[in-house]
């Protein structure tokens, strides 16, 4: 609503957001997806939502931001550095649960499977256009 108000007439609205669903890994590893449980629990109560990204499109319309459209961007550990896509990916979730995760280690093992090719990771981001009227 904030953007829309402060956007002038024929302004454009670009909104780029990531969704926990977005999120592949083969093999998967059991420590990933524990990061992402506790951290998608923790932001929930604190009233965040690690699956924003699915819904921007209908957020921008129910403000009445025309020409709307959405796409999914894919960034894969063969097309990224390796500690580009990591924090992208954990980094954030690793800063909500402190200390509670041996983030090093684990950072450690993906980034060797990665480097041999026995690892991919592979996640989204939504991009969300909007036009004020």
Do not use: W
Not at 45 to 53: P, V, Y
Request: proline share 2%; net charge neutral.
């Amino acid at each position: 609503r904030e953007a829309y108000r402060v956007l002038r007439p024929g302004g454009r609205l670009c909104a780029v957001d990531s969704d926990d669903g977005l999120v592949l890994m083969h093999p998967d590893d059991i420590r990933v997806a524990s990061v992402m449980e506790q951290a998608q629990r923790l932001q929930a109560a604190k009233g965040g939502d690690r699956f924003i990204g699915r819904s921007l499109q209908s957020k921008l319309i129910s403000v009445d931001f025309s020409s709307v459209t959405s796409r999914v961007l894919s960034l894969t550990s063969s097309e990224l550095p390796f500690d580009v896509l990591f924090n992208i990916l954990l980094g954030y979730k690793a800063a909500l649960l402190g200390g509670e995760v041996d983030i090093k280690s684990l950072r450690k093992d993906l980034a060797a499977g990665v480097d041999a090719g026995t690892q991919l990771i592979a996640a989204g981001v939504f991009v969300v256009t909007g036009v004020k009227a």
